[in-house]
């Protein structure tokens, strides 16, 4: 019982949202309410101007449950706008697939910066992420369903067979 008791604080002490990881700055408080800091994922940056704040990287925590693109591009424009950073350069992403249930990715964040480039507004739209995150939670949900038969049929074998 008091494992029970245990795993239950454990749970519940842990945080449910995207691990971050940070280089190269320290997490700052408080966040500026009209900070609007913009993404892009367009890479090399040609023409650019500002200061490096440092890199970010979101990955998958320990019990990880609200790890979607949604929730990872709100916690980057939190951190980018925590260090007064304008734009989140997103250098790497992974969607999730059947062995990763997150959306992981990397970013550099950016400090006065000026660029001769329109950022990805299209791309990081409202709607376009509402779709992807969509897709993401469809596939997943048909991930565990195959899964949850498959280890129902195997499981069924293995106990047909374990009576002989």
């Not at 913009?38 to 440092?54: A, H």
């Not at 709100?74 to 062995?99: D, F, H, V």
């Not at 249930?101 to 970013?107: D, M, R, S």
Request: aromatic fraction near 10%.
């Amino acid at each position: 019982m008091r494992t029970l008791y245990l795993l239950i604080i454990v749970i519940l002490s842990t945080n449910c949202t995207h691990r971050v990881v940070r280089m190269g700055y320290q997490k700052s408080e408080p966040v500026p309410r009209d900070c609007e800091a913009v993404i892009s994922r367009q890479d090399p940056i040609t023409e650019f101007s500002g200061d490096k704040v440092g890199q970010v990287k979101l990955g998958l925590g320990v019990f990880t449950w609200s790890c979607n693109e949604k929730d990872a591009l709100e916690t980057l424009r939190e951190e980018a706008c925590a260090q007064n950073a304008g734009l989140i350069q997103i250098t790497y992403e992974k969607r999730p697939s059947m062995w990763n249930a997150c959306y992981k990715c990397k970013a550099e964040l950016y400090r006065n910066s000026s660029v001769a480039f329109s950022p990805d507004g299209a791309y990081y739209s409202p709607g376009a992420i509402q779709t992807r995150v969509k897709e993401d939670s469809k596939k997943l949900r048909a991930n565990t369903t195959v899964g949850i038969v498959t280890g129902a049929f195997l499981g069924g074998i293995v106990g047909f067979l374990s009576t002989f």
